[in-house]
């Protein structure tokens, strides 16, 4: 299936919201792999305007490049995007960067995004997902040309409060695992983009918040200087227990924040009388297996479910 990577940019109203609300958008139609952090930046071309956040999202799809630029422009007007002066502010932006190695020249339609190489707060992002992405015209990876572009040490990780996430998740602060409230939504469902999660529709906002009403419990997020680090969400059927969406931000691996929510979650799920717990392992994950395989999980040689069971009484 085809591989296009799309750019998407606000700097009118909620940024990081209105970018979550086309990323959620673009899910409807098409694949969404992988999500990169977001990155604030000066506006490019006309300076008369707010800061921008950026962020850069790998998708496959069946849609044609023209098809998807449609879907684009469709994304853009429904969140509010109208038409004004070339580079003006605005709630919304979806540009097409690279679809396959294609090169397409049209009058509304041109792939690679012509400007891309020139623009550091659309090289930063890509390639933090992408870095071995060729450019079909430059013959250049990705990274060689995030390597030379001008300004990117302008561009720079957005984090809330004004913190970025690295810095956050370097201190010494305690992390808090508390239950998910819907505010929690947008980060949590960015989390599971960012990791790979597999979401689409069975973790929508709706499905989320019937889980957190029929078991607020098991639905659990790691919390750290008012930010949401990481997720997971248990479920029961009966005696059989699942783990789902378990992520951690990248930038805060390693402080044992993912074993501490899978812990609390499993922990409650046995207390509730799970006698065996099923969790979703995606199948290119290694090291999620490796994770699950030390806390005991087996493969039960289906598509990618690990299990563990756990004897009466435990």
Known sequence: ????????????????????????????????????????????????????????????????????????????????????????????????????????????????????????????????????????????????????????????????SGAPPSTSCRSDSKVVIRPLAMKDYDDAWRLWHLCKVPVGATFDRAAVERLVQRNPELILVAELNGMVIGTVIGALQGSQGHIFNHAVDPRCRGRGIGTRLFQEVEQRLIKMGAREIEVMVPKDSLDGKKFFEDAGFKDDSRYVFMVKQYPAGT
């Open 1 to 160: 299936m085809p591989i296009a990577y799309l750019g998407l940019g606000s700097n009118i109203g909620d940024r990081e919201d209105n970018i979550n609300k086309a990323l959620r958008l673009i899910c409807q139609r098409v694949a969404v792999e992988k999500v990169s952090s977001l990155y604030e930046s000066e506006p490019w071309g006309y300076h008369d305007q707010p800061d921008f956040l950026n962020a850069v999202c790998r998708t496959t799809t069946n849609l044609s490049p023209r098809e998807l630029l449609a879907l684009a422009k469709e994304i853009e007007r429904s969140l509010g995007r109208k038409p004004r002066f070339r580079n003006a502010p605005r709630p919304i932006d979806i540009d097409i960067l690279l679809y396959e190695n294609m090169v397409i020249v049209e009058a509304d339609l041109v792939i690679p995004h012509p400007r891309m190489v020139e623009r550091a707060f659309v090289l930063v992002p890509l390639a933090e997902i992408a870095p071995e992405a060729v450019h079909p015209q430059e013959g250049k990876t990705v990274e060689e040309l995030a390597a030379k572009v001008k300004d990117k040490d302008k561009v720079r990780l957005a984090g809330q």
